[in-house]
């Protein structure tokens, strides 16, 4: 059985940092991602990794704030948040998947909440 388990997330003011993690097991996936959805809004992209982590990808309105890494040995991804603000309260969720927008597995999400 597959399965992606985030944690990390929480309460924290703007300005503080986060860093979450997702353990995923059943499997391995060559690229593994974060997404983010807050209350109203569509999911949207919020950074991605490569197996070898050479490659990282981020949405434009996080570049410089958050750093996705992973740990193939412990089969985890990160997401390291900094400088968060009150607009990146948002339910996280951790996704495995092959390249592109081939995402196959998906968490259950862990919230994240940024007080002002």
């Known amino acids: 059985q597959v399965q992606l388990v985030e944690s990390g997330g929480g309460l924290v003011q703007a300005g503080g940092s986060l860093r979450l993690s997702c353990a995923a097991s059943g499997r391995t996936f060559s690229t593994m991602g974060w997404f983010r959805q807050a209350p109203g809004k569509e999911r949207e992209f919020v950074a991605a990794i490569s197996w070898s982590g050479s490659s990282t990808y981020s949405a434009d309105s996080m570049k410089g704030r958050f750093t996705i890494s992973r740990d193939n040995a412990k089969n985890t991804v990160y997401l390291q948040m900094n400088s968060l603000k009150p607009e990146d309260t948002a339910v996280y969720y951790c996704?495995?998947?092959?390249?592109?927008?081939?995402?196959?597995?998906w968490g259950q999400g862990t919230q994240v909440t940024v007080s002002s």
């Open positions: 996704a495995g998947g092959s390249g592109g927008s081939n995402w196959y597995y």
